[in-house]
């Protein structure tokens, strides 16, 4: 009997192994906010492989329809969240806006680009969640633009702290495919890691801000 959790190892497996997720706590990645980090995570590779990107989006389905239930519309988050959830609303026969990072600056200067009009009810779509922000940000966009947003579902979450807090502050309910927790018992398993990186890995995402490589 298959267990609950092996859709989400095995979406943690194909991120190891087309390498949109690469774990190094050895010579850690700088991210844009200036943290220095022992994984980078770039799910707009999933596009680039059609099973990946399939099993992507019929999980993607399967969450929305177990989590949701009906839902007039989908929404992607600008990048990552377009082209899967365009391939989501595909799958479910729905209309499919997306949210821009903010309002253009010419034209209708528009966030949400899309017909409002074709429903109320929606389901973002995210790639991946760090801290929350521009994922909370998007939904806001869609709050002031008169819709109900139900929920939302990513590909990957860190499962940071300040994340589950401003989610849970903005009620919005957050499904992820799989997280930080799930990959690295993942990597661990597929011997992508050893168990001293789990440790430094784990000490990580405790004080991702604080976190020293060579320390830990």
């Known amino acids: 009997m298959s267990s609950p959790l092996d859709p989400a190892l095995k979406v943690a497996e194909s991120l190891l192994q087309i390498k949109a997720v690469k774990l190094s706590p050895n010579k850690p990645f700088t991210w844009a906010s200036g943290w220095k980090s022992p ?11 059609p099973a990946v990107r399939t099993y992507i989006r019929q999980q993607f389905v399967h969450a929305i ?23 989501v609303a595909h ?8 949210v821009r990072s903010g309002s253009k600056e010419h ?25 929350g922000g521009s994922s909370l940000n998007a939904v806001q966009a869609l709050r ?20 589950r807090e401003a989610f849970a502050k903005a009620k919005v309910n957050l499904f992820a495919l ?10 661990l398993r597929s011997d992508y890691i050893t168990e001293k990186d789990v440790v430094s890995l784990n000490e990580w995402r405790k004080d991702p801000a604080g976190w020293d490589a060579v320390k830990a």
């Open 39 to 49: 994984i980078y995570c770039d799910n707009r590779k999933t596009l680039s492989y």
């Open 65 to 87: 329809n177990h989590e949701f239930g009906r839902v007039d519309m989908i929404a992607g988050v600008a990048t990552g969240g377009i082209a899967h959830g365009a391939l």
């Open 91 to 98: 799958d479910l026969g729905l209309p499919f806006i997306y």
């Open 107 to 131: 034209g209708l200067k528009n966030q949400v680009e899309g017909d409002l009009t074709v429903g109320r009810s929606v389901v973002v779509i995210e790639d991946l969640v760090s801290t």
């Open 144 to 163: 002031d633009a008169g819709l109900e947003v139900k929920g939302m579902v990513a590909i990957f979450t860190y499962g940071f702290d300040e994340a």
């Open 178 to 187: 799989t997280n930080y927790s799930i990959l690295l018992d993942q990597a």
